[in-house]
């Protein structure tokens, strides 16, 4: 039987609520004896900063890349603003991502049939709506130097940005997002701005390259980034794994998310590069933040953070069939009209964040058969 470490950091407000419910999912899947969990859990954040003063231990970096894969809540709160900079608590995020060299963010949107009327768009644009955003998450702009702010001779100021990519990193990227494809309706658009920037000329010749040497049997488009921000509201559902750089990728990505409705049903996945045995390293947070307004109250939706975990049984574990049974559960409970108070409809019922775990659970019991 498989057996993996699993390194789970809930950080502060609803995310030490919402991983509760991810910890008796584990106890549920180990209890069905396919596969073993061990679950190693310590402080991120806030949490951290109050025992260690810093927003993550040396050691808990060091779990962290032992671990086969991360799984996180959420970090900050009111608590901690007058914290020194460099320990705020979104530091302790920063250093695991840069620390693990996660390059890859992976965020679905995928909007459950249940739910459609809650989205911005028309029932038929979004309903059963399930596309990924691949963004490139440690190049580009917001990391090119030179990056800063110089007066000028005659008193004004003038501030640059650089946006960089080498092959390498436009490669890798690119990768993960073909094999996501393949486990998916088989078909990328990858975007770009190489109309107007010269790193996107470079973008979409290394992504067709990359394509015509090992992918040819994925579909490619190549769609101007601008463009794709507008088909992603005219008709997202021409999409399914969409490819790009991080600046783009992170309006384009929160675009896309927004289609489906709440935050609390945003999951997330960072990927870093495989090491020599092929595994490779990752780390699963759900979008939302802490959400000081309603933490403590058993308020918070935990289905961002379940569909987290669900994307590692997934991408870290091979362990699809698990992560089905988990998505299925889910879609069910919603046809029930069960909702925490986030995705709240009239004619539903309101329930906690735990009673919305115990009935997730009872549906998987359901769905597993
Ligand atoms: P937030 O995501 O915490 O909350 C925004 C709104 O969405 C709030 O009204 C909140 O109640 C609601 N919400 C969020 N998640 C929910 C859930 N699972 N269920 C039900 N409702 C949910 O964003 P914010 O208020 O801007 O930030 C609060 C704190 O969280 C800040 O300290 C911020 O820095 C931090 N933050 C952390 C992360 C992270 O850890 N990745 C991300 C965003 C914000």
């Known amino acids: 039987m498989a057996t993996f470490d699993l390194l789970l950091l809930p950080g502060d407000g609803i995310g030490t609520e919402v991983m509760a419910e991810v910890k008796r999912i584990v106890t549920w899947l180990n209890?069905?004896?396919?596969?073993?969990?061990?679950?190693?859990?310590?402080l991120v954040g806030g949490a951290a900063y109050d025992v260690?003063?810093?927003a993550v231990a040396d050691a808990t970096v060091d779990k962290a890349l032992k671990a086969d894969a991360v799984i996180l809540g959420a970090v900050g709160g009111p608590k901690w603003d007058g914290v020194p900079y460099e320990a705020r608590p979104e530091s302790g995020l920063l250093r695991l991502r840069k620390d693990l060299e996660l390059f890859a963010n992976l965020r679905p949107a995928i909007c459950y049939p249940a739910l459609a009327d809650g989205s911005s768009l028309k029932r038929e644009v979004v309903e059963g709506l399930d596309i990924m955003i691949v963004r490139e998450l440690t190049g580009g702009t917001y990391f090119g130097e030179p990056k800063e702010m110089v007066t000028l001779q005659n008193g004004e100021k003038r501030a640059v940005d650089t946006q960089i990519y080498t092959t390498h990193e436009i490669e890798r990227i690119t990768r993960i997002a073909f094999d996501l494809a393949r486990k998916r309706s088989n078909k990328v658009h990858s975007a770009d701005k190489r109309n107007v920037m010269i790193s996107g000329v470079l973008w979409n010749e290394v992504v067709t390259a990359v394509h015509s040497a090992e992918y040819s049997d994925v579909e490619l488009h190549h769609i101007l980034a601008d463009n794709c921000a507008m088909q992603l509201v005219r008709w997202p559902k021409q999409f399914d794994v969409i490819v790009t750089d991080n600046l783009f990728g992170d309006i384009l990505s929160d675009e896309a998310s927004?289609?489906?409705?709440?935050l609390g049903m945003l999951p997330s996945a960072s990927l870093g590069a495989e090491d020599d045995n092929g595994k490779r390293r990752a780390m699963y947070e759900p979008v939302h933040g802490t959400a000081p307004d309603i933490a403590g109250?058993?308020?918070a939706n935990p289905i961002a953070?379940?569909?987290s975990f669900a994307m590692a049984l997934r991408y870290s574990f091979d362990l699809g069939g698990e992560a089905d049974i988990i998505e299925k559960a889910i879609a069910k409970v919603l046809d029930q009209g069960l909702r925490t108070g986030d995705i709240m409809?009239?004619?539903c019922q309101e329930v906690s964040t735990t009673a919305m775990g115990d009935?997730?659970?009872?549906e998987m019991d359901a769905v597993a058969g």
Do not use: P, W
């Not at 209890?31 to 310590?42: K, Q, S, Y």
């Not at 009935?359 to 009872?362: E, F, N, Y």
């Open 31 to 42: 209890a069905r004896g396919t596969v073993t969990f061990n679950l190693e859990e310590d």
């Open 52 to 54: 260690h003063g810093v």
């Open 258 to 262: 927004m289609l489906t409705g709440s």
């Open 297 to 299: 109250q058993s308020k």
């Open 305 to 307: 953070m379940i569909t």
């Open 345 to 347: 409809q009239e004619g």
């Open 359 to 362: 009935a997730i659970l009872s």
